[in-house]
């Protein structure tokens, strides 16, 4: 990397925003920077309008899983990636697999199946808990079914069930409460619940202003 002194900088480079930080960079026009890179967390600065690249990031192929699939559901969790049911590409059934990804190792190993298979669920962690939400079966049954995975003894058991029926739908965690929003009940939902994993209970909120599902 070389620089040149700047007095007054025409150009601000907002090269990374987190929920923490900003990373930027000013500089004036010209060959001041060139392609300047700093550790895994720097900064990359471009000369002029051409951009070196995100970090001088770059992908790379990792072990795959033991079973090709269609619309899983997927989550972090313990530090390893946990991938649960799906449907197998060929023949189209589906599936109950369970698999983790240690990054650590690059390795795939098989977990306890669900107790049931099905695709288009949903997988969320919270609290040091794992579990699986709904999903679609065949050609159209539903399941409100809520499994938990206990990764010490390696078997799931068998929570409240969420209210409404679905697949498809997207969750998140805020507080240690999981939500779930909308998904495929027939047609798209504005279903808006949330699971309290330590109450094992669930709690309607506020529907969705728009049914959608995720595909």
Not at 2 to 11: G, L, Q, S, W, Y
Not at 124 to 131: Q, V
């Amino acid at each position: 990397s070389t620089m040149t002194a700047i007095e007054a900088p025409t150009t601000v480079y907002i090269d990374e925003i987190t929920t923490h930080s900003i990373v930027a960079a000013a500089y004036a026009p010209g060959p001041a920077f060139s392609s300047m890179t700093v550790g895994l967390s720097g900064t990359n600065v471009a000369l002029g309008p051409t951009y070196q690249g995100w970090h001088s990031a770059t992908w790379t192929a990792v072990a795959q899983t033991a079973v090709h699939r269609r619309d899983p559901a997927l989550t972090a969790f313990e530090g390893r990636l946990h991938i649960v049911g799906g449907r197998l590409t060929p023949p189209g059934n589906d599936w109950d697999s369970h698999e983790a990804y240690d990054p650590v190792t690059n390795s795939w190993a098989n977990r306890a199946v669900m107790p049931d298979s099905r695709r288009a669920l949903l997988l969320l962690a919270t609290g040091g808990r794992l579990f699986a939400i709904g999903g679609l079966k065949g050609a159209a049954t539903l399941f409100n079914t809520n499994f938990e995975y206990n990764s010490a003894g390696n078997f799931w058991t068998t929570r409240a069930p969420m209210p409404t029926a679905r697949s498809h739908m997207a969750g998140v965690v805020i507080g240690g409460t999981a939500y779930v929003f909308g998904g495929d009940v027939g047609s798209p939902s504005d279903k808006n619940e949330a699971y309290d994993p330590v109450t094992d209970q669930w709690t309607g909120k506020a529907n969705l202003q728009t049914p959608r599902l995720v595909q």
